[in-house]
């Protein structure tokens, strides 16, 4: 890899403003090693005013003085993007794109040359840093570029490494997992207040049991299976619960649900 640490962001929304905050607080980035690039001037204002970090709106300066390059820009934003960038593009960069459905064949046909590529999906609890990204190395890629952004995402939450193939079944289950998460929750309240609970206080009980389960499925060493079972008392309230998930077929919902959100990734990602 360059001797030119600089990590530059194409796009400065969300996900890059994420992960620019965890780079900063986790000190994995020193805020001088960041740059970022954008159309948007109100985004380039957010990112600069907001952490330091230096801004410009030239994709092309940005990737001249980077030797890691995030692409964090719409899908149908990238062609145009890439032939912005292609002209200083060379073999010492890593091209990282965490853009959905754009395939690293697209990428590296529009650059016009082979480089070392990974394609990234996060999900959105990376803004609060507690989110999952799920890398897949290009064929250039090294086991060094591979740690390198492991470090990066590693910033905002966990990392797994898949092929390439696989992202469209990553889309469907984490990429689109927390609108599934929040679609539960929201019914959930709305159940709570359905059995006379004020609103305020369904959501309350509802945000903390999520948050506590999923700590508690992640700290510990049972199965999913089993953190269930120590909750279902025989006779008890919970297996009254469950038993009504089970009559209405909760599990085979879920399987088409997540069927068809990677059906439609697949979809998606042949229009590029």
Not at 17 to 37: D, N, P
Not at 204 to 211: A, G, K, N, P
């Amino acid at each position: 890899m360059s001797e030119n640490q600089h990590l530059g962001f194409i796009g400065a929304g969300n996900m890059a403003t994420a992960l620019i905050k965890g780079l900063i607080e986790s000190g994995v980035y020193e805020r001088e090693h960041l740059l970022a690039a954008d159309k948007d001037e109100g985004a380039l204002k957010r990112v600069s005013g907001g952490f330091g970090v230096k801004c410009y709106e030239s994709n092309l300066k940005v990737t001249l003085e980077s030797s890691i390059v995030v692409l964090a820009v719409k899908p149908q934003n990238m062609r145009e993007v890439l032939e912005e960038m292609k002209g200083a593009i060379g073999d010492h960069h890593l091209i990282i794109s965490i853009a959905a459905g754009i395939p690293l064949r697209m990428i590296r046909e529009i650059a016009g040359r082979e480089i070392p590529l990974i394609r990234v999906m996060p999900n959105t609890p990376a803004l609060v840093q507690k989110g999952v990204s799920a890398l897949a190395a290009g064929a250039l890629a090294t086991a060094e570029h591979m740690a390198k952004a492991k470090e990066i995402f590693g910033a905002v939450g966990d990392t797994v490494v898949v092929e390439e193939t696989m992202m469209d079944a990553v889309t469907a289950l984490s990429g689109s997992g927390p609108g599934y998460v929040f679609r539960m929750m929201e019914c959930m309240v709305d159940a709570g207040v359905a059995v006379g609970l004020e609103r305020e206080t369904s959501l309350r009980l509802v945000v903390q049991t999520f948050m506590g389960a999923a700590h508690l499925a992640k700290g510990s060493d049972e199965s999913l299976s089993k953190l269930r079972q120590m909750v279902t008392s025989p006779g008890g309230t919970t297996e009254a619960g469950l038993a009504v998930f089970d009559d209405k077929g909760l599990k085979e919902m879920t399987m088409k649900a997540i069927g068809a959100a990677c059906k439609r990734s697949l979809e998606l990602g042949k229009d590029y």
